[in-house]
């Protein structure tokens, strides 16, 4: 018993001893995005153009070689890009900040 003790304490003080380091949330980009005015699901292709107007960029379509597999298409807009299942919005996503945005990064402590 005296010795899972110790141990216990050891690896506790390794533990509070190392540098403290956490991610950084990008809250900020979260909340943007719940903010963001984005296509609904379920809203077709002519109504998201309609209301966003015409997208920068149509990607090629993707799937549809088996009939288990659908059509998506994929629309770019500057702040988000559009996913469609045939003619209907399956997804709307923002797109990253910056080309070389990874995600969270450490935080630089003092």
Do not use: C, K
Request: charged share 20%; aromatic share 8%.
């Amino acid at each position: 018993m005296p010795l899972r003790s110790a141990y216990l304490a050891a690896s506790l003080a390794l533990a509070f001893a190392a540098p403290a380091q956490a991610d950084r949330l990008l809250i900020e980009r979260v909340q943007a995005g719940e903010a963001a005015q984005l296509p609904a699901r379920g809203q077709s292709m002519a109504q998201v153009e309609a209301r966003f107007g015409a997208p920068q960029q149509r990607l090629e379509p993707r799937g549809g070689q088996r009939a288990a597999w659908p059509v998506i298409h994929r629309w770019v807009y500057p702040e988000f890009t559009v996913y469609f299942e045939r003619d209907r919005v399956i997804n709307a996503v923002l797109n990253r900040a910056a080309p070389e945005e990874l995600g969270p990064i450490p935080v630089q402590r003092p």
